[in-house]
């Protein structure tokens, strides 16, 4: 019996869900939500980004990123600098490299674990797949 496309979806999402719960308890004794960690990962990957760029890497708003880099700043993990013309970049400082470092360890060990029932070429097979759905022009 084949699953429908609904029940494909559901299951992507449950596993994201499941993701999501896990990460959060993982990075929390670090002091950071999963977003946070997120936007630290992110900045080590693309220092220098905008405000924007980063909100559409983390999958939020222009608005909701500002307040959310606001409070990293706040705490000391990014730092706001200034780029060209009236453009403001942010960058990761050397307290949130160490958060992210140290997150990115758990990261791992959650999605090891979640993915420990798949040998090597199922979960090559596995990110082919999503890889290719996710070429499918946007909703």
């Given at each position: ?51 924007h ?76 797949l ?10």
């Amino acid at each position: 019996m084949s699953r429908s496309v609904e029940e494909v979806a559901l299951s992507v999402k449950r596993l994201q869900h499941r993701h999501h719960r896990a990460l959060t308890a993982a990075l929390a004794d670090l002091g950071v939500s999963l977003v946070q960690w997120d936007v630290l990962r992110h900045l080590h990957a693309h220092p220098d980004a905008s405000l924007h760029d980063l909100a559409l890497l983390t999958f939020q708003t222009d608005q909701s990123f500002g307040t959310l880099a606001g409070r990293m700043v706040d705490r000391g993990l990014i730092e706001r600098v200034p780029g060209p013309g009236r453009a403001v970049r942010h960058r990761i400082t050397e307290a949130g490299e160490a958060v992210r470092a140290q997150g990115a360890e758990r990261v791992a060990s959650v999605a090891g674990r979640s993915f420990a029932g798949l040998d090597a070429r199922e979960l090559d097979q596995l990110g082919a797949l999503l890889d290719r759905a996710l070429e499918s022009p946007a909703l």
